[in-house]
Nanobody, 126 residues
Framework: QVQLVESGGGLVQAGGSLRLSCAASGRTFSSYAMVWFRQAPGNEREFVAATSWSGDSVYYAHYADSVKGRFTISRDNAKNTVYLHMNSLKPEDPAIYYC????????????????WGQGTQITVSS
């Protein structure tokens, strides 16, 4: 069983930056795909970014087109934590951001990840 706890959400001005954190329990964190999704009111949950393990100590980063070049995902396996560094925040970025995890990288398919955090709210003021 993996438990995920997000933190770092809040209010930021357009153009500003925030860093989200997702702390995970469990001894197999280093091999898990760690993913960020977001959901705005009235919208479906959408894929934001992911970090997946290749199986030979190499990690890959994956991004939605809407955040590519602005957001960066990173992980610290020693701390069992994954981060989402968000720069140049736009009015379309506000949402509840969720951290998800799975033993297999399932791309943007939210149903492919069995473990989810409770979410953290991002608000962007213009």
């Amino acid at each position: 069983q993996v438990q995920l706890v997000e933190s770092g959400g809040g209010l930021v001005q357009a153009g500003g930056s925030l860093r989200l954190s997702c702390a995970a329990s469990g001894r197999t964190f280093s091999s898990y795909a760690m993913v960020w999704f977001r959901q705005a009111p009235g919208n479906e949950r959408e894929f934001v970014a992911a970090t997946s393990w290749s199986g030979d100590s190499v990690y890959y980063a994956h991004y939605a087109d809407s955040v590519k070049g602005r957001f960066t995902i990173s992980r610290d396996n020693a701390k069992n934590t994954v981060y989402l560094h968000m720069n140049s925040l736009k009015p379309e970025d506000p949402a509840i951001y969720y951290c998800a995890a799975g033993a297999v990288y399932s791309g943007s398919r939210s149903e492919g990840y069995p473990y989810w955090g409770q979410g953290t709210q991002i608000t962007v003021s213009s």
